[in-house]
């Protein structure tokens, strides 16, 4: 029996494929600092635990597919308050950011139509794009030139008569870029000259440092029927495991014809679709703690890596992800070894290869994404170990190799 | 802009679309008997929501991929009670049957390919299909012939070089029909032969009347590795709006396979998958009530029918569904007559229209689904109204098609 192209085409996850060797390495008695996934640490707020346990109806019935009604008005009120302006019939509730995402791939590409992406890129879109039979065209974005984006003369040159859309994930997982908003002005030029969609990844909107604010895509008036708004609640209220999602535009036939997607897996869970209702329309005090103790977090990982002898990496405006150069041949090989190899008074570090955040092949290969996820006390020492690791793999990688890495990246800096 | 084709040519949901003129009915102050939808009115086991209320965790973090292992292994577990043996590593645990269905099409078919369906079958297929891009090819069964499955001859008539897989959906929704084990037994023969990919969609296994035992086609050892079985307690449980489902295959590959696609969605929804562990793995108490209750209800549908004059229809042995062919011109006009312009003392009834369920164009026409979703009073009651209603939409219709009906049913019958 053959499984379909598509699915043995796929890859399995980069975040999840290396957990076997950090399972053999806590069975050998090894404690493993996990900073290779996006799962926060950080308690789900009492409010949303609270309304879980209160759920008080005796039937848990599907709700309707759009969602249920009270949390559309909720989202439609939390965009009000970071001057997005939608109305509940512009948003559409899916079960986590994910369905979003894949159902804005099948909304704006047929198969074997262009979408392109800056990379290095949350490596799910790749999985997506398989499912979907969508080409993604990546424009690479440089650590030393801190990932902005390049020209639109540059983008240009990557558009061809399949493309239809383009993904700016703002602020960016990965790199922790936050785009100024002159650069989305710019995306925003480029997506109605040549009549793209743009796909708005802005789910990481509240995780941002120093009073950076992200523009939203969806306020640009002259492509406000272009955009697709994908929203979560995930991160930002670290309920990762309620799958709360929307998608929202201000375009009716996105909505009209996503309800359609929507129905055809009847609804979301109706328990976490009631539990974040409240705190979603108003959640700046829990989120404010939130930024603070992230931002601590990204200065700890910044100066962590500064001290490192020839890692290069800019320092993060938001999300909670910082992309590393490190001094090494392949950062794949390094996060095994670190797991089945290395340790530093029985403890060790896992981190994220970078190779699979790249679609075009060799990119990417001595980078890794560090998600600080741990507390502040915790992430000391896991950046400590981390760096004591990067000092030891050097020593059995062959000589000539050390040489070169050093000349490049003495030429970097 | 434009909306892609995949999208664009999916129908919405036929069980949805009359929902506005229901509303319009209610606002109007007029009660609405809902027998058009699968959304069964029993409550959800207190096990079931204790647990919900017991979720002792502080972080709602994302589950395995896979699910949690907990769950897999209680539904290993359940499978055992109904002679399933399956390991908790060839279950992974889905948001709901629906997404087990959408993976099951993207792992067995490429876009172009064909999957049988024997017509009329649940309607969401045709929408899964279209975002896949997978040809439903549609074999007819009918009420006459109590929806028996067709010869294998005759349903080699439409095995094309395409034909890949083959969807049963036992106890079958929407016809109520329990497919007799040799009728199986000649599926299995058939995908044998021609090498297809079986889809047993067994969601509604608990649901049987009169010690009906519906076999599982995972049993058949010839095909065992070709099978991917369906579950989910959605129905079974009465938690509809949990969102939890299985996809089961004794074939490593789709299995291997499958876990990117669920990766890809990074995890179902952790709060209710911890929730249903206990009560999953010996349901008996639970569903043997569920069993006699929808019994009750379904001799109250049928003997209901057998006093309309002119409707066909075939006694339920499982699910809650029945198909009626009705007396009547168009099952979607007298859905919509029946919330626009009839009421009984203020009460009225809102069926299914059968079109939709049918993949080749112009069957279904005079036919309904009744889902028997009420208690056995208010189903009483709903079952006279529809009476009623038929009645007195026939006495607007145009006197030739009254007369045509007449001799076409007496012709039936």
Redesign the interface.
């Known amino acids: ?1 053959q ?6 085409e ?4 980069p975040l ?1 494929k290396f957990i076997p060797y950090a399972e053999i390495a806590k069975k050998k008695g090894i404690k493993v600092y996990h900073l290779n996934i996006g ?6 707020p009492k409010k ?2 609270s309304a ?2 209160n ?1 008080k109806e ?6 309707h ?1 759009a969602g249920i009604i009270e949390l559309r008005q909720a989202w439609a009120d939390y965009f009000a308050t970071v001057k997005i302006h939608l109305k509940p019939a512009e948003i559409l509730i899916t ?2 950011g ?2 979003a995402m ?1 159902y804005s791939l ?6 074997g ?1 262009e979408m392109m992406v800056f990379e290095p890129f949350y490596s ?1 879109y790749k ?2 794009a398989k ?1 979907t ?1 969508v080409q993604l065209v990546p424009v690479t974005v440089k650590v030393e030139e801190n990932f902005s984006l390049p020209k639109n003369s540059e983008i240009e040159k990557k558009i061809s008569p399949k493309t239809r859309a383009i993904l700016i994930v703002n602020p960016n997982n990965p790199t922790g870029t936050v785009y100024p908003k002159k650069d989305l002005q710019r995306i925003a030029l480029l997506a109605k000259k040549h ?1 793209l ?1 743009v796909l708005a990844d802005e789910t990481y909107r509240e995780i941002v440092f120093e009073n950076a604010r992200p523009a939203s895509l969806i306020n640009f008036k002259t492509i406000e ?2 955009v697709i708004l994908i929203d979560s609640v995930s991160k930002r209220l ?6 709360i999602g929307c998608l929202a535009s201000k ?1 009716p ?2 909505i009209a ?5 929507n ?10 679709q009631k539990a974040v209702i409240q705190l979603l329309s108003d959640p700046t005090k829990y989120t404010d703690g939130l930024k603070r103790e992230y931002h601590k977090r990204s200065e700890i990982v910044y100066s962590g890596l500064q001290k490192i002898p020839g890692a290069v990496c800019r320092k993060p405006q938001g999300a909670f992800y910082i992309i590393a150069r490190l001094p090494i041949d392949d950062s794949e090989k390094f996060v095994r070894w670190m797991l089945e190899r290395f340790s530093y008074r029985q403890e060790t570090v896992m981190v994220a290869p970078a190779k699979d955040f790249y679609a075009t092949p060799g990119k990417g290969t001595d980078e890794v994404r560090i998600a600080y996820v741990l507390n502040t006390t915790e992430l000391k020492k896991a950046m400590m170990i981390l760096r004591l690791g990067i000092l030891e793999y050097q020593k059995q990688m062959p000589k000539q190799m050390k040489a070169d890495l050093c000349k490049s990246f003495s030429a970097v800096k």
Do not use: H
Not at 3 to 8: A, D, G, H, L, P
Not at 10 to 13: G, N, P, Q
Not at 39 to 44: E, H
């Open positions: 029996m499984i379909s192209k598509r699915v043995s796929m890859i399995a996850s999840r799962q926060p640490d950080l308690p789900t949303i635990l879980v346990k759920f005796k039937v848990v019935p599907y709700t597919s079960t986590g994910s369905e894949l099948l909304l704006m590409l047929n198969p139509e799910n999985s997506l499912i039979g009549g969609w029927k272009q670290s309920f990762c495991g309620g799958r375009n036939e996105v014809n996503c309800l359609k997607l129905q055809s897996r009847l609804a979301s869970p109706t328990i976490e």
